[in-house]
Structure formats: C-alpha cells, structure tokens
C-alpha cells in the first residue's frame, strides 16, 4: 500500500498476558519509528530503527518492551507480561532517510491496546 | 532535552475566521519544527515542516506556520478556517542530531459553522 500500515487496528487482552504489534512501513523506507499515545497526550518517543537494527531504544518503558526488525521492512513490537498502564495507542512511523537527516515521519493509523 | 509547550488544550473559531494554534519549543541548537493534524480514529496526517529558509512555511490544506527564533515558536495559522479543519494539532520538535522527535499534548481546533 502507499501508506503506514499496523495490524491490529485493536487489540484488547488480560493483564499479564503477551501481545505482538506489527507495523507495515512504506515501501523502502529505512527507519521506522514507535510511538506510544496515551490518552489527551501526545505520542511519546519508543524505539527508531534504521535498517534491521535498533538505533535508539531508549523510549522503552522497561524490559517488557522489545521490538524487531529483521529484514529491514516489516517491524513488531512485543510487550511482555502486559499491565493496565500499558493501554494506549501504538503508532508506528517510518521515514526515507535515518532520524537524523530532515526527512518527513509518515505515521500508520495506531494499534489501540487495551489491558483488562 | 528538546521540548514543545501547547499552550490552548482547546480552540474555537468561527467557520471563515482566521485561526492560529500556537507552540513554543526548547531545543539545543537548531530545530527542526513539525505540524501534524490527527482525525478522529486515524493516525497522524504530516501538515508542514520548517528546517531552514524563509520563516514562513507553507503546507497541506492551505495551512501555514511561522518560525520566530527569538520567540522560540512555531504558530500554525490558516486564513480562513473550514468546519472540516476541526481535529486535534500537534506541534512536534527535534534537534538536528537526535533521533527522537518530542510532541506537544495537542490542541483540540473546532470550527463552527
């Protein structure tokens, strides 16, 4: 597609239990982007990719959050143990160049996640 | 760190009146200034960026923003508002060698016709 894709559009689960989200770039991007909405906030910075490796994972809350990129394209992020604060909404973003150059981040229309 | 300050949580603007969202940013060095719009249920729609050049920005849907160094802010403004402008606006900042791009908590813009 032309877009940002992200699968599931919601996700709802029991507390402790353990979820993957998958985020779709466009086509031949190379860094992709999680952000993470809470509610009447704006995103907040998870972890940049640029190719198949994590360049910057220190917006990861603690070690229940990890995510993969394994060739280059298609990421998932994956939260162990999920927890109640975990609820918010997953937005993955991608752009042409690294983090550092001035390209535009294209965002994906979010995961909704919510824990019971 | 870099930061963005929102400061309305709410605008209100008659259909055909001009209308400005503000944001203020904190940054080291030079930033790089993002607008976003987000519709209900959707993700984040890019509007307009300022890297260098010319202050005034120009971007989607007839939108505009203003880059003031010495007042360290990046108003979005358009001349005449549309009941279908009405969303939530995000001003976003980041420093030329980071990797993270911080957001304001966002401006709820309603239009009314």
């Known amino acids: 597609g032309a877009g940002v894709s992200q699968t599931p559009s919601n996700k709802v689960t029991e507390k402790g239990k353990y979820v993957e989200l998958r985020c779709d770039p466009i086509?031949?991007?190379?860094?992709l982007y999680w952000y993470r909405q809470s509610l009447g906030q704006g995103p907040e910075f998870l972890i940049y990719?640029?190719?198949?490796?994590?360049?910057?994972d220190s917006g990861l809350p603690n070690d229940r959050f990890f995510a993969v990129r394994p060739e280059g394209s298609v990421s998932t992020l994956k939260i162990q143990r999920t927890e109640r604060g975990d609820s918010a909404v997953y937005l993955c973003?991608?752009?042409?160049?690294?983090?550092?150059?001035?390209?535009?981040?294209?965002f994906g229309p979010g995961t909704r996640l919510t824990v019971l | 760190a870099q930061s963005v300050a929102q400061p309305e949580d709410q605008v209100n603007v008659a259909e055909g009146n001009p209308l400005t969202v503000k944001c203020t940013y904190s940054?080291?060095?030079?930033?790089?200034l993002f607008w976003y719009v987000q519709y209900p249920n959707r993700g984040l729609q890019f509007l307009l960026k300022?890297?260098?050049?010319?202050?005034l920005v120009k971007g989607s849907y007839g939108f505009e923003a203003e880059f003031n160094k010495s007042q360290t802010s990046f108003h979005l403004k358009k001349p005449s508002a549309l009941v279908s402008d009405s969303a939530l606006y995000f001003c976003?900042?980041?420093?030329?060698?980071?990797?993270?791009?911080?957001f304001g908590a966002g401006t709820r813009l309603t239009v009314k016709p």
């Open positions: 973003a991608s752009s042409q160049g690294p983090a550092t150059s001035t390209d535009t981040q294209y």
């Open positions: 086509s031949g991007h190379t860094a």
């Open positions: 990719f640029q190719g198949t490796g994590a360049a910057d």
């Open positions: 940054v080291s060095g030079n930033p790089y």
């Open positions: 300022y890297i260098t050049g010319d202050n």
């Open positions: 976003a900042v980041r420093d030329m060698r980071g990797n993270d791009m911080r």
